[in-house]
């Protein structure tokens, strides 16, 4: 990929149940990559001006200080990040951004050791929560986020920093048929 992220419009309002898939291959040489979920416009509502930091990860300015990225959108209701360190192990970031960047939490991460093969990430919206899979749901999370940017308000994905390229991105609707009396279209 270019300096430009990959971007994908969700083509209606998510809703708890909904699922995005994101399918990619990372450079051989990647130090970072990140999927955002991002809200165009203001919420209307805030839970709060931060998230807590709960992190069993030690922050370090070596870590993720260099591997910042200038993203433009104001409004991230979630940011996924991996960031790969020179002796092979890698970490994962999630936070959030309401005009500047919230409280990370970060978890040392096993799943994406092999930076040969191919990715799949499934991002479910729970009622509170954002579940993140790492190549299939049939087993408990991988990760989870609390929300603090309103679900439904959500409308791009992001694919930032060292991706050889994004092979599928999908949008798995739980009650499509339910919700389509509801306006719930974009």
Same mark, same amino acid.
């Given at each position: 990929? *270019? %300096?430009?992220?990959? #971007? !994908? @419009? ?7 149940? %909904? $699922? /995005? ?7 051989? =040489? ?15 509502? #805030?839970?709060?001006?931060? !998230? ?12 993720c200080a260099s591997f910042q990225?200038? +993203? ?13 360190? =020179? &002796?092979?192990?890698?970490?994962? /970031? #999630? ?6 960047? #919230? *409280?990370?939490k970060r978890t040392l991460s096993? *799943? ?21 899979? /790492? &190549? +299939?749901? +049939? +087993?408990?999370? =991988?990760? $989870?986020? $609390?929300? @603090?940017?309103?679900? $439904? ?7 930032? %920093?060292?991706?050889?390229? /994004? ?7 739980? *009650?499509? !048929? %339910?919700?389509? @009396? =509801?306006?719930?279209?974009?």
């Amino acid at each position: 990929m *270019n %300096d430009r992220p990959f #971007q !994908a @419009q969700i083509p209606r309002k998510p809703a708890v149940g %909904d $699922e /995005v898939i994101v399918k990619g291959m990372l450079k051989p =040489d990647a130090r970072v990559f990140s999927v955002n979920l991002i809200l165009p416009q203001p919420p209307p509502i #805030q839970k709060s001006l931060s !998230a807590p930091s709960e992190s069993p990860v030690k922050s370090s300015s070596k870590c993720c200080a260099s591997f910042q990225t200038s +993203h433009s959108w104001p409004y991230i209701a979630y940011h996924f990040k991996v960031v790969f360190n =020179d &002796d092979g192990s890698s970490i994962v /970031v #999630q936070n959030w951004k309401n005009v500047v960047w #919230q *409280n990370e939490k970060r978890t040392l991460s096993h *799943n994406f050791e092999d930076r040969t093969k191919p990715f799949t990430l499934i991002f479910r919206f729970h009622h509170d929560t954002i579940r993140v899979f /790492v &190549d +299939h749901t +049939h +087993h408990t999370p =991988d990760y $989870e986020f $609390e929300y @603090q940017l309103p679900l $439904e308000r959500i409308r791009t994905v992001e694919v930032w %920093d060292d991706v050889l390229y /994004v092979e599928e991105v999908t949008f798995r609707f739980k *009650n499509a !048929a %339910d919700r389509s @009396q =509801d306006g719930a279209s974009m």
